[in-house]
Structure formats: C-alpha cells, structure tokens
C-alpha cells in the first residue's frame, strides 16, 4: 500500500508559478513510476506529467511541455510538479499518482492516487 498526499496547490495569476508536492508513504517508493494528473470541472482526469523510479525518463502532455517540470528526491520520498507559466487553463484539480509499470501511464494503470490539490488560476 501507498499513501500520496499533495500540497501546494492554490490560487495563482496567468504566467505566475506555483509548485505542487506530493509526499509518499510505505512500500518502496523508487520501486514506483510516479506521475502527475489533473482533472477541470465538467473533463476527464487526463495525463500531465510521469517521472521513472531513477528519473531518467520524464515526460509530459504537451499542453505543458515546456513550463511544467517534474522531478523526485527517492530520498525524501517526494515528488514535485514546478509549474511556471500558468494559463487559466491550467485550472484542475492535481492528483499525484503512483504506478507500477515503466512509461507514460494512463488513467486506469495508475495504481494508487492521492486525495488532489486544486489549482486555480485566473486572467
């Protein structure tokens, strides 16, 4: 069993920055390929950000290639989404997601989610 639990969401201004955290508990969590989703009212929850267990391979949607930055720290058992540029559409709630398989994970292979952390950002 993993535990995920998400900070640092919050209200932001178009091209401001805000970084998103997620803290992990319990099984080994280099084991883990851990990504990033987001969910806008009235969507679907849908990809944004994955990084391998040893973060060498990261890759991302690519409505945010370019001003999202994902990375972890297997030491602290954290994993981070540096979010710059923000742009109303940017709005969703966060999920952090843990996942068992190597790659780009969809929705359905994510084997375990944190609660979320809303993002909001106006014009």
């Known amino acids: 069993q993993v535990q995920l639990v998400e900070s640092g969401g919050g209200l932001a201004q178009a091209g401001d920055s805000l970084t998103l955290s997620c803290a992990a508990s319990?099984?080994?969590?280099?084991?883990?390929?851990l990504g990033w989703f987001r969910q806008a009212p009235g969507k679907e929850r849908e990809f944004v950000a994955t990084?391998?267990?040893?973060?060498?391979?990261?890759h991302y949607a690519d409505t945010v290639k370019g001003r999202f930055t994902i990375s972890r720290d297997n030491a602290k058992d954290m994993v981070y989404l540096q979010m710059n540029s923000l742009k109303p559409e940017d709005t969703a709630v966060y999920y952090c997601?843990?996942?068992?398989?190597?790659?780009?994970?969809?929705?359905?292979?994510?084997?375990?989610w944190g609660q979320g952390t809303q993002v909001t950002v106006s014009s």
């Open positions: 319990g099984r080994s969590f280099r084991s883990f390929t």
């Open positions: 997601a843990a996942v068992l398989k190597y790659g780009v994970p969809s929705v359905n292979e994510v084997n375990y």
């Open positions: 990084i391998s267990g040893g973060a060498s391979f990261m």
